[in-house]
């Protein structure tokens, strides 16, 4: 069965601090997708980015990036220079193919995220 | 603009009755979700459809039923057998060839008392 670990329960920065967040998955699969969800309070999940498992290049959109690395089964989420307005919930997501053309996605439990001014 | 509709924002219903969640979209997607989200927890799939008339159990299926007779649409009743109602219910849809991603619609909190 696959699983999402994302250890860190909360995190709490000031504003302008750079933050990284873990995501560790464990698959049996040789093609998945891993994505990251943000939450805002408002409850909506917003899509940032999806990763399939045959591409480990690091991606960076704005003061977002990320660090895939199938060695370790990790997919970390950096924020550089956060603001007030990344306070959210984050969430790692791994999708596999279950039959079909269906793909589930298993979450991992979030990382609350609060920067402070 | 193109997108998941999920109404009320926020339900209350006293304990013993069933409710309906709706949801709605207009993005031609094939495939549809339902989740559960509890506080701290992350989301739990309940009920998945991939096309019409076609569903199945995700992992905590126990005490919701679903229907799919229209591609636009995939109500999910909370009936009163699920024994701890009160949660926020997210739902989500796919387009076949998105290799997983998922849209969310904005979600409905039910709280049962």
């Known amino acids: 069965a696959q699983k999402v670990t994302q250890a860190q329960t909360e995190i709490s920065v000031v504003e302008k601090e750079d933050v990284t967040l873990d995501c560790v998955y464990e698959?049996?699969?040789?093609?998945?997708?891993l994505f990251w969800y943000k939450q805002p309070p408002s409850g909506e999940l917003v899509f940032l980015i999806r990763?399939?498992?045959?591409?480990?290049q690091n991606e960076i959109s704005g003061r977002y990036s990320w660090n895939f690395q199938k060695s370790t089964s990790s997919f970390n989420f950096t924020i550089t220079a956060s603001q007030v307005v990344d306070s959210a919930v984050y969430f790692c997501?791994?999708?596999?193919?279950?039959?079909?053309?269906?793909?589930?996605?298993?979450f991992g439990k979030g990382t609350l995220l609060t920067v402070n001014p | 603009d193109g997108g998941i509709t999920q109404s009320p924002k926020y339900l209350f219903r006293k304990e013993g009755q069933n409710v309906t969640l709706s949801c709605e979209q207009n993005?031609?997607?094939?495939?549809m979700y339902w989740y559960r989200q509890d506080p701290g927890q992350g989301l739990r799939l309940i009920y998945y459809?991939?096309?019409?008339?076609?569903?199945q159990k995700g992992d905590i299926a126990e005490g919701y039923s679903v229907s799919r007779e229209k591609k636009e649409s995939f109500p999910l009743t909370v009936t009163s057998a699920q024994k701890n109602p009160t949660a926020f219910y997210l739902c989500?849809?796919?387009?076949?060839?998105?290799?997983?991603?998922?849209?969310f619609g904005p979600g409905t909190r039910l709280t049962v008392t």
């Open positions: 993005l031609n997607h094939d495939a």
């Open positions: 698959t049996r699969d040789t093609t998945y997708y």
């Open positions: 459809s991939q096309i019409v008339n076609d569903f």
């Open positions: 990763r399939n498992s045959f591409d480990e």
């Open positions: 989500a849809s796919r387009l076949t060839t998105s290799g997983g991603r998922q849209y």
């Open positions: 997501a791994l999708s596999e193919y279950s039959g079909g053309s269906n793909y589930k996605l298993t």
